[in-house]
């Protein structure tokens, strides 16, 4: 039986063996000055696997994508990146170490060309030194964007500008990828691409933390998710099932 306030486990096959894990959040309280807005969330990411970490506007999942990639503190609790704690290590210190982040909103440079764009994502000497191989598997998984290369980012389509932010990370050759609101911005369609895009990522084996507000597609690309809600865990799952939840489909779904 549950605790109380503890979050909903649907079944899953077996546990998973912690070694697996290359990022693991345990018990995280998360906020800014005297604000707390997480509250003891425990999540985890497995080697070769997209999860989804969904949930609505104020829920807390962009903090904890924050806290993941260096840029807040957390107040308590731990982070790992395979199997090393990181807690509290600045950004750059994490890329070191293969965490890369898509931010919000692309954050690109307009006035550069696609490859000026992605040739950022190599700032570190260890990615400078492979440059040339992450533009080849950075133009193998999106070919439109090679035959786009010398045109300015700012005349690429949104879902192309979503392709470019997530070059750019993989540029840093990671060890793990987290998003934060890929689709954010984009017209139906459009992100429906770019889910196409971060699954055919995953399938290569990038373990993939995935922050959105789209549930129905997050729940449709991902082996599992995290639903927050005000700050808490309130249910975490196989995605598969998590889609047949009633509360997911009342919630999220409109059904």
């Not at 997209?50 to 609505?56: N, P």
């Not at 040339?132 to 786009?148: C, I, N, S, T, W």
């Not at 690309?221 to 047949?244: D, F, K, T, W």
């Amino acid at each position: 039986m549950s605790e109380p306030g503890a979050p909903s486990r649907l079944e899953t096959p077996a546990a998973e063996p912690r070694q697996r894990r290359v990022l693991d959040v345990v018990d995280a309280d998360l906020g800014y000055g005297e604000l707390q807005v997480v509250f003891g969330v425990s999540l985890h990411v497995n080697a070769g696997e997209l999860v989804g970490l969904v949930g609505g506007n104020g829920s807390g999942k962009s903090t904890i994508l924050r806290a993941v990639s260096g840029m807040i503190k957390p107040r308590g609790g731990k982070v790992f990146l395979g199997g090393e704690d990181v807690t509290g290590l600045k950004p750059h210190d994490l890329a070191l170490r293969g965490l890369a982040h898509v931010p919000m909103g692309r954050q690109l440079f307009g006035d550069m060309t696609v490859e000026e764009n992605l040739s950022l994502g190599a700032y570190l000497p260890p990615a400078r030194a492979r440059r040339a191989e992450g533009f080849e598997r950075v133009y193998r998984l999106f070919p439109d964007l090679q035959a786009k290369r010398r045109a300015a980012a700012g005349s690429l389509s949104g879902g192309q500008q979503q392709m470019v932010a997530i070059g750019r990370a993989l540029m840093l050759h990671p060890k793990v990828l987290i998003m934060d609101e890929p689709s954010l911005g984009l017209a139906p369609l459009l992100v429906r691409e770019v889910m196409h895009v971060i699954r055919s990522v995953a399938d290569t084996g990038m373990p993939i933390l995935l922050v959105e507000q789209n549930v129905t597609q997050v729940l449709r690309i991902s082996e599992r998710a995290y639903v927050l809600e005000n700050g808490r865990l309130a249910l975490e799952g196989p995605s598969a099932q998590l889609r047949g939840d009633p509360m997911i489909r009342r919630a999220y779904l409109g059904l």
